[in-house]
C-alpha cells in the first residue's frame, strides 16, 4: 500500500486549491502525467497494484483521482476502467467531480416539486374527503366511490419499474415534466365529468391523475441526492414529501367547504365545477414552472456520496433492472424496511380514504369536520417530518429515531381508536393530531432510511419499491377495514391496523443500521463499505508481501 506524505493534507476540491496545486513546481500536472502502465515512472516508485491515489486527493483534470478507483473492488487497480480526459460517459455528470459545491437553485427545484406533488395528492383525495356526497351526486355505492382512492395505489404496482428505468435512462427533468403533464392533463379531463352519468369520465380523469403519481412518489429522496449536500439531504427529503402531505391536508379542508351537501343537483354540480375548474388551473400553472425552472442536475457534485455515484455509473454501468431488484432483495435490511414501510403507510392511506366515513358513522352531519380531522392528522404529521428529517441531518441515528417514530405511531393509533367513538369531537382532534405527528412523520424517514441501507443503488428504485408495498398494504387495509367497519363498526377496524402496524415496529427494531451513504461521505482507504473491506483484505494477504513504497512530493 502507499503510505502518503504525512504532510499533505486532503483538499475539498475546490478550484482554488487546483489551481495552487498546479502552481506548484514540485508537482507536475502536464498532460504526459498518466497512471497508464506504458509510460514509465520514478524507479523508487513501485507499479505494483496495491499502490493507488487516495480518492479524496484531486490534481490537475487531466490526471485521474476518480473516486470510482477505490469504491469497488472490481475497479481497484485497473487501468482499463480509468476515465480518460476526452470520454463521452462525463458528458451526462458534472463537470468536475472533485469540485463539490452545492447549487443555489436546489431550493427552487425542490419547492417546484413539492408544489406539482401537492397537487397531486389533493386530487388523490378528493373525492375520499366528502364520500357520501360524490355518493348522492353520481348515485354510485361508497366502495365505487373508495376505488377513486384506490386507482392510485393500484396504478403504481405495474408502472414502477417501467417508471424507474425512464428515471434512469432519461432523468429527472424529463420525469418531472411528464408527471406535471399528466396532472394538469387528468384534472381537465375531470372538468367533463359535471354530470350524474358520467361518473366513468371522472373515473377516466382520476386514473390519468394517478398514473402521474407513479412519476411523483419515487423522486422526493433522488432529488435530495443529485441537488443537496450531505447535511441537507435529510431535510430536503422532508420538503420533498411534504408538498405530498400537504395536498392531502387541504384535500381533506377545501372540498367540504367548496362542495356542500345539498340535495340541488344542479348547484351541487356547479360547486364541483369551482373545485375542478380551481384545480386545473394550479395544475397548469405548476406544469409551467416545471418546464422553465426544472434543471436536471447542478453543476457540481453537491456531496462525496454523489459525487461517487456520479464516477460508478461511468465507470461499472449496470442498466439490468433485474439484478439491481436481485440486490436490494438480497439486502435483508432493506426488505425489512420495505415490510415495515408498506404496512405503516398501508395504515396512513386506509384511514385516510375510510375517515370521513368513520367520523359520519358517529357524527352525522360532521362533513366539515371530518375533513378538518383529517387535515390535523396530516399537518402534524408535516411537522413531524420537518423536525425528525432536521434531527437526522444532525445526528445521523436513522434506525434509533425510526423504531421511536414507529412505537409511537401504534401508541398513536390506540390512543385514538379509544377515543373516537366517546361523543367528543375536540377528543378527537386533539388524539388524531397525536397520530398523524408520528404515522405521517415516519413517511420521510423511511425514503432516508432505504437510501442508506441500499447506497449506491438508485434512489429511484429503492423508494419505489417502498411505494409499491405502501399501495399494496393500502390497497388490503382500505378493503378490509371498510368491510370491518360495514360488519362491525369502526372500533374493531381500527383495532385491526393496531395489530398491524404492532407488527411493524417489532420488525423495525430488526433492521440493523448499515448506514452505507454515510459512510462513502466519510470514505478514507481505511473506512469503506463492508463488502469493500472484505475485498480489501483479501487483496492485503496477497500483497501483503510485496514492499510498500513512500511517495513524496518529489516522486510526484
Given at each position: 500500500?502507499?503510505?502518503?506524505?504525512?504532510?499533505?493534507?486532503?483538499?475539498?476540491?475546490?478550484?482554488?486549491?487546483?489551481?495552487?496545486?498546479?502552481?506548484?513546481?514540485?508537482?507536475s500536472a502536464h498532460p504526459s502525467v498518466s497512471a497508464h502502465p506504458s509510460i514509465p515512472a520514478d524507479p523508487t516508485v513501485s507499479a505494483h497494484p496495491s499502490v493507488s491515489v487516495?480518492?479524496?486527493?484531486?490534481?490537475?483534470?487531466?490526471?485521474?483521482?476518480?473516486?470510482?478507483?477505490?469504491?469497488?473492488?472490481?475497479?481497484?487497480?485497473?487501468?482499463g476502467d480509468l476515465a480518460q480526459p476526452g470520454s463521452s460517459s462525463s458528458s451526462s455528470s458534472p463537470e468536475d467531480?472533485?469540485?463539490?459545491?452545492?447549487?443555489?437553485?436546489?431550493?427552487?427545484?425542490?419547492?417546484?416539486?413539492?408544489?406539482?406533488?401537492?397537487?397531486n395528492a389533493f386530487q388523490w383525495i378528493q373525492y375520499g374527503s366528502i364520500n357520501n356526497i360524490f355518493m348522492n351526486f353520481y348515485g354510485v355505492s361508497a366502495f365505487a366511490i373508495d376505488w377513486l382512492s384506490m386507482c392510485y395505489m393500484l396504478t403504481y404496482i405495474p408502472?414502477?419499474?417501467?417508471?424507474?428505468?425512464?428515471?434512469?435512462?432519461?432523468?429527472?427533468?424529463?420525469?418531472?415534466?411528464?408527471?406535471?403533464?399528466?396532472?394538469?392533463?387528468?384534472?381537465?379531463?375531470?372538468l367533463g365529468s359535471l354530470k350524474p352519468?358520467?361518473?366513468?369520465?371522472?373515473?377516466?380523469?382520476?386514473?390519468?391523475?394517478?398514473?402521474?403519481?407513479?412519476?411523483?412518489?419515487?423522486?422526493?429522496?433522488?432529488?435530495?441526492?443529485?441537488?443537496?449536500?450531505?447535511?441537507?439531504?435529510?431535510?430536503?427529503?422532508?420538503?420533498?414529501?411534504?408538498?405530498?402531505?400537504?395536498?392531502?391536508?387541504?384535500?381533506?379542508?377545501?372540498?367540504?367547504?367548496?362542495?356542500?351537501?345539498i340535495k340541488d343537483q344542479d348547484k351541487l354540480a356547479y360547486h364541483i365545477s369551482i373545485m375542478f375548474f380551481i384545480i386545473g388551473g394550479v395544475a397548469a400553472l405548476l406544469f409551467i414552472l416545471?418546464?422553465?425552472?426544472?434543471?436536471?442536475?447542478?453543476?457540481?457534485?453537491?456531496?462525496?456520496?454523489?459525487?461517487?455515484?456520479?464516477?460508478?455509473?461511468?465507470?461499472?454501468?449496470?442498466?439490468?433492472?433485474?439484478?439491481?431488484?436481485?440486490?436490494?432483495?438480497?439486502?435483508?435490511?432493506?426488505?425489512?424496511?420495505?415490510?415495515?414501510?408498506?404496512?405503516?403507510?398501508?395504515?396512513?392511506?386506509?384511514?385516510?380514504?375510510?375517515?370521513?366515513?368513520m367520523v359520519i358513522l358517529h357524527y352525522p352531519g360532521e362533513e366539515v369536520n371530518a375533513g378538518r380531522i383529517g387535515l390535523t392528522i396530516v399537518i402534524a404529521g408535516m411537522l413531524g417530518a420537518m423536525i425528525s428529517g432536521i434531527w437526522l441531518d444532525k445526528s445521523k441515528t436513522y434506525k434509533e429515531t425510526t423504531l421511536v417514530v414507529y412505537i409511537m405511531t401504534v401508541v398513536g393509533m390506540v390512543v385514538y381508536t379509544m377515543t373516537l367513538n366517546l361523543g367528543h369531537l375536540w377528543v378527537v382532534?386533539?388524539?388524531?393530531?397525536?397520530?398523524?405527528?408520528?404515522?405521517?412523520?415516519?413517511l420521510p424517514l423511511g425514503f432516508e432510511?432505504?437510501?442508506?441501507?441500499?447506497?449506491?443503488?438508485?434512489?429511484?428504485?429503492?423508494?419505489?419499491?417502498?411505494?409499491?408495498?405502501?399501495?399494496?398494504?393500502?390497497?388490503?387495509?382500505?378493503?378490509?377495514?371498510?368491510q370491518i367497519i360495514d360488519n362491525y363498526g369502526t372500533t374493531p377496524g381500527n383495532i385491526f391496523l393496531c395489530v398491524f402496524l404492532t407488527l411493524g415496529a417489532a420488525l423495525t427494531a430488526l433492521i440493523k443500521a448499515d448506514l452505507r451513504r454515510q459512510k462513502a461521505n466519510r470514505e478514507t482507504p481505511e473506512n469503506k463499505l463492508p463488502e469493500e473491506e472484505e475485498e480489501e483484505e483479501k487483496v492485503e494477504k496477497v500483497t501483503s508481501k510485496a514492499p510498500t513504497t513512500t511517495v513524496s512530493e518529489e516522486h510526484l
Open positions: 500500500m502507499v503510505n502518503e506524505d504525512s504532510n499533505l493534507e486532503e483538499h475539498d476540491g475546490t478550484p482554488e486549491e487546483e489551481f495552487a496545486l498546479r502552481e506548484d513546481p514540485s508537482i487516495h480518492p479524496s486527493v484531486s490534481f490537475h483534470p487531466s490526471v485521474s483521482a476518480n473516486p470510482s478507483s477505490s469504491a469497488l473492488p472490481s475497479t481497484l487497480a485497473q487501468t467531480l472533485s469540485v463539490i459545491k452545492v447549487s443555489k437553485r436546489r431550493w427552487l427545484v425542490v419547492l417546484v416539486f413539492s408544489s406539482y406533488s401537492m397537487c408502472l414502477l419499474l417501467p417508471v424507474a428505468w425512464l428515471l434512469e435512462k432519461f432523468g429527472l427533468r424529463t420525469i418531472a415534466l411528464t408527471g406535471s403533464a399528466l396532472n394538469c392533463l387528468g384534472a381537465w379531463v375531470k352519468h358520467l361518473f366513468p369520465v371522472t373515473v377516466l380523469g382520476q386514473v390519468i391523475c394517478s398514473v402521474a403519481q407513479v412519476f411523483i412518489l419515487g423522486m422526493p429522496s433522488r432529488i435530495a441526492s443529485v441537488w443537496f449536500g450531505a447535511d441537507e439531504v435529510s431535510t430536503a427529503c422532508s420538503i420533498a414529501v411534504f408538498g405530498n402531505q400537504l395536498g392531502i391536508a387541504i384535500g381533506f379542508l377545501i372540498p367540504p367547504v367548496l362542495v356542500p351537501n416545471v418546464i422553465f425552472v426544472f434543471k436536471e442536475k447542478p453543476k457540481y457534485a453537491p456531496s462525496r456520496a454523489q459525487s461517487l455515484s456520479y464516477s460508478l455509473a461511468q465507470s461499472v454501468p449496470d442498466t439490468s433492472y433485474l439484478n439491481v431488484i436481485v440486490r436490494l432483495f438480497k439486502n435483508l435490511n432493506f426488505v425489512l424496511l420495505v415490510i415495515t414501510y408498506g404496512l405503516n403507510a398501508g395504515a396512513f392511506y386506509a384511514l385516510s380514504t375510510l375517515l370521513n366515513r382532534f386533539i388524539t388524531s393530531g397525536t397520530m398523524g405527528f408520528f404515522m405521517t412523520g415516519y432510511f432505504a437510501v442508506e441501507l441500499t447506497y449506491p443503488e438508485s434512489e429511484g428504485m429503492s423508494s419505489g419499491l417502498l411505494n409499491v408495498s405502501a399501495q399494496v398494504f393500502g390497497i388490503i387495509f382500505t378493503i378490509s377495514q371498510g
